[in-house]
């Protein structure tokens, strides 16, 4: 009961002040806000790169180029870009040197553009074009939902044959099956032997939006002195870390890496990169947790002022309460629930927007929102630390008022 009336009466209070609240509540609002919506942007970045990423198998990693986050200066990505390509040849050296892998797929991408056209039906100018060894498959975790996979014999023929992306097979067969009928990318003809179970989108884009063709077909059609790359299946958990030190020994003796000089290739799996994201959002994080550290604590020396002009303006009702037979307890359970109250308000507001605000990238890039419910639940736990600490004075000093002084109070 006490509690009930503790809550109504600092409840009164507020609503009673609404715009002095309001202007007290601004503060408690910034700092949520700005902790709650960068926890969520990088958990919606997180959850993108997870998704981004899935396409990797279990105990799989990718040697590519090129690393999909650069850290550093503007000479970084001109560093990268001055890297020797990794031709299919160096490909084909660690998958015939691999003791270790369960399979070695290799690829080469052409994103320039590609139109796949079935009849009068055509695709937007935005499809990649991968040519794939079959042993790419497995290694990129893809399913054939209808008809097959590239094998062997496609690839060593050369043979035109092609397996369709979702967003491929949406846009030319929405009601067809297209197992056996025959399309056309970048002028050749190619007959379609399997579609593949949907990916999703990472990294705000789609992952089905592509055609794999057999490697070797890849390279007749665009010759063989492209940019691949490799992607290593271990062959289990165990050997997974071996494997990758395997792989890594192999192409740096075929590229000619002279000893101690840093790799000139990256390696990639879904684990190191999540761990690379969190190690380069952490100090993002603790520096917007210092902001926000020092918006809440402006907030409550706010928070503190106005309880003090409270605890006088409502001299004489406290004197009156006291003359009933109020406590100091009961006076001080009012003020400090007001402060909590306070900066509850203010909490939730900065917890809505900081979610609302954080989840921007994600409605830009199409990636599923993201709620940080640990983060909200530590925000206003914050809050109402903060409605304790800085209303503890103002409460005591309303508690310890003289009735008869109070009561005199004009």
Sequence with gaps: MEFKESF?????????????????????VIGVFSIIA????????????ENGLSQLGTNTFQIQKMPIMMVGGPGTWLKYRNRKDIKIEQGLEVKDRMTLAQSVGIEVWNN?????????????????LVGENPEGFPTNNWIVKEGRALNDEDNELGRDVIVLGNDVLQKLFPQVDPIGEQVIVDGHKYTVIGYLEPQGSG??????????????TFTNHYGRDRDSHIMV???????????????????RTVRKVPPGREDDFAIFSNDSLIKQFDELTFYIKVGVAFISFIALLAAGVGIMNIMLVSVTERTREIGIRKAIGAQKK???????????LLCEVGGLVGVFLGI????????????PAVIPYDWAVIGLVVC???????????????ANLDPIESLRYE
């Design 8 to 28: 109504s009466m600092a409840f009164n209070a507020i609503r009673v002040n609404k715009l002095r609240s309001a202007l007290t509540l601004l503060g408690i």
């Design 38 to 49: 960068v926890m969520t942007a990088t958990r919606v970045l997180q959850s993108s790169i």
């Design 112 to 128: 320039n553009g590609i139109v796949v056209k079935y009849k009068r039906t055509q695709t937007n100018p935005n499809v990649g």
């Design 203 to 216: 990294f705000g884009r789609s992952q089905d939006n592509f055609v794999a063709i057999p490697l070797n």
């Design 233 to 251: 299946k271990a062959a289990s958990q165990e050997v997974y870390e071996d494997a990758i030190e395997e792989a890594r020994s192999i192409l």
């Design 330 to 340: 009961n006076v001080m359970a009012q003020f400090i629930t007001e402060a909590i």
């Design 356 to 367: 609302l605000g954080g989840n921007v990238a994600a409605l830009s890039f199409s990636i």
């Design 384 to 398: 109402s630390i903060v409605g304790i600490i800085f209303g503890t004075y103002p409460a005591w000093k309303a």
